[in-house]
């Protein structure tokens, strides 16, 4: 059985796990000195267009933390939405690796951040009391599976360099993001003004590990002493970057974060007529985000299916992966139909 509580539930995806395999021979220098990383840092400049400097950590709570600790004194804030992972899941992470600089949450429909919003925060105080806004973190695809487009992303960052801000993009999802938005990835990130990218790989496909991308090469100054001292600098590091490899020819990252956004939709469509299912956000990525009546939910637990409620009065988040089957979608959508009648 399938479950949509989360992309990590998923597997690793072949071309990930192929590489990983292909990467287990003889001996290579440690601590990230070897071919494989050489060889992805590359194809990820190649991917941006632009020489960027890249790194790999174990997951998102780190690759988020210790980019957004690069940007930070202790005594700056950044500015999220009040729905962002860095706010609401990661444990206080940012602000232990900064050493204390504060989160500042911002409302926005759908997930999203406005230029409205941020400049309100911005604007809001500017005495030595209040710590001093230095950064505003994007999440691409947002919390609530809704997107930013690359004009929305330039209109926050102008703002945000207007006002000496940097621009952190969290993209655990970006593979959906630009499979759906169907952009070059330049387009949604330095070229809008995305200062550092957290390019999310676990949920598109990889057995573990985020690549942190610096788009401004001087902001990465000391990050990979930041990556050592906070545990996150692979001795095997060949290891975590050979699966990037993988997943990066032939454009499979993106071939799979297609199918997820297909299968989100083949959800989304499904549940549209259905009686008492409402779905609560536009499906841009590979989430969908519900209203179901709590007899359906308890039905559906009791099925044993699995997904989170944690958004809303009996909303349900249906994530879709890289191997989620058409079936699976379809026998979730029969269940909920069932228990709805
Ligand atoms: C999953 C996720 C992360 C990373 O979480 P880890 O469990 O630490 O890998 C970061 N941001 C968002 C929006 C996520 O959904």
């Given at each position: 059985?399938?479950?949509?509580?989360?992309?990590?539930?998923?597997?690793?995806?072949?071309?990930?796990?192929?590489a990983l395999?292909a990467a287990n021979v003889g001996h290579a220098p440690a601590y990230g000195d070897d071919d494989w990383t050489r060889r992805v840092s590359d194809?990820?400049?190649?991917?941006?267009?632009?020489?960027?400097?890249v790194?790999f950590?174990?997951?998102?709570?780190?690759?988020?933390?210790?980019?957004?600790?690069?940007?930070?004194?202790?005594?700056?804030?950044?500015?999220?939405?009040?729905?962002?992972?860095?706010?609401?899941?990661?444990?206080?992470?940012?602000?232990?690796?900064?050493?204390?600089?504060?989160?500042?949450?911002?409302?926005?429909?759908?997930?999203?951040?406005?230029?409205?919003?941020?400049?309100?925060?911005?604007?809001?105080?500017?005495?030595?009391?209040?710590?001093?806004?230095?950064?505003?973190?994007?999440?691409?695809?947002?919390?609530?599976?809704?997107?930013?487009?690359?004009?929305?992303?330039?209109?926050?960052?102008?703002?945000?360099?207007?006002?000496?801000?940097?621009?952190?993009?969290?993209?655990?999802?970006?593979?959906?993001?630009?499979?759906?938005?169907?952009?070059?990835?330049?387009?949604?990130?330095?070229?809008?003004?995305?200062?550092?990218?957290?390019?999310?790989?676990?949920?598109?496909?990889?057995?573990?590990?985020?690549?942190?991308?610096?788009?401004?090469?001087?902001?990465?100054?000391?990050?990979?002493?930041?990556?050592?001292?906070?545990?996150?600098l692979a001795s095997k590091m060949r290891f975590l970057a050979a699966p990037w490899l993988?997943?990066?020819?032939?454009?499979?990252?993106?071939?799979?974060?297609?199918?997820?956004?297909?299968?989100?939709?083949?959800?989304?469509?499904?549940?549209?007529?259905?009686?008492?299912?409402?779905?609560?956000?536009?499906?841009?990525?590979?989430?969908?985000?519900?209203?179901?009546?709590?007899?359906?939910?308890?039905?559906?637990?009791?099925?044993?299916?699995?997904?989170?409620?944690?958004?809303?009065?009996?909303?349900?988040?249906?994530?879709?992966?890289?191997?989620?089957?058409?079936?699976?979608?379809?026998?979730?959508?029969?269940?909920?139909?069932?228990?709805?009648?």
């Open positions: 059985m399938q479950h949509f509580a989360s992309d990590n539930y998923a597997g690793v995806c072949p071309e990930a796990l192929q395999l194809r990820l400049r190649e991917l941006f267009a632009t020489d960027c400097d790194y950590v174990f997951n998102g709570t780190a690759a988020n933390s210790l980019a957004l600790a690069s940007l930070c004194q202790s005594y700056h804030s950044v500015i999220c939405h009040e729905l962002a992972h860095v706010e609401t899941d990661e444990c206080g992470g940012p602000e232990f690796f900064s050493n204390g600089s504060k989160l500042l949450p911002a409302s926005g429909a759908g997930g999203k951040l406005t230029p409205q919003a941020v400049g309100e925060v911005i604007g809001r105080r500017s005495d030595i009391h209040f710590p001093k806004p230095r950064v505003v973190t994007l999440t691409q695809a947002t919390e609530c599976g809704t997107l930013y487009r690359p004009a929305e992303v330039a209109a926050i960052a102008e703002l945000a360099h207007a006002h000496g801000l940097r621009v952190h993009m969290d993209g655990a999802r970006f593979a959906n993001a630009v499979a759906s938005l169907g952009v070059a990835p330049a387009e949604i990130t330095w070229r809008a003004g995305v200062d550092v990218l957290c390019f999310g790989g676990t949920k598109m496909g990889l057995p573990v590990g985020e690549a942190v991308v610096f788009f401004d090469r001087r902001l990465s100054e000391d990050f990979a002493w930041r990556c050592k001292q906070a545990g996150q993988g997943v990066l020819e032939d454009e499979a990252w993106l071939r799979h974060a297609r199918h997820a956004n297909a299968m989100a939709q083949r959800l989304a469509t499904g549940l549209a007529s259905i009686p008492g299912a409402q779905l609560l956000f536009p499906v841009e990525a590979n989430g969908v985000f519900a209203n179901l009546p709590e007899t359906v939910l308890a039905g559906l637990r009791e099925r044993g299916w699995r997904f989170y409620t944690f958004i809303g009065a009996g909303g349900a988040r249906f994530m879709c992966g890289w191997d989620t089957q058409p079936a699976s979608v379809d026998a979730l959508l029969a269940d909920i139909r069932g228990l709805s009648a």
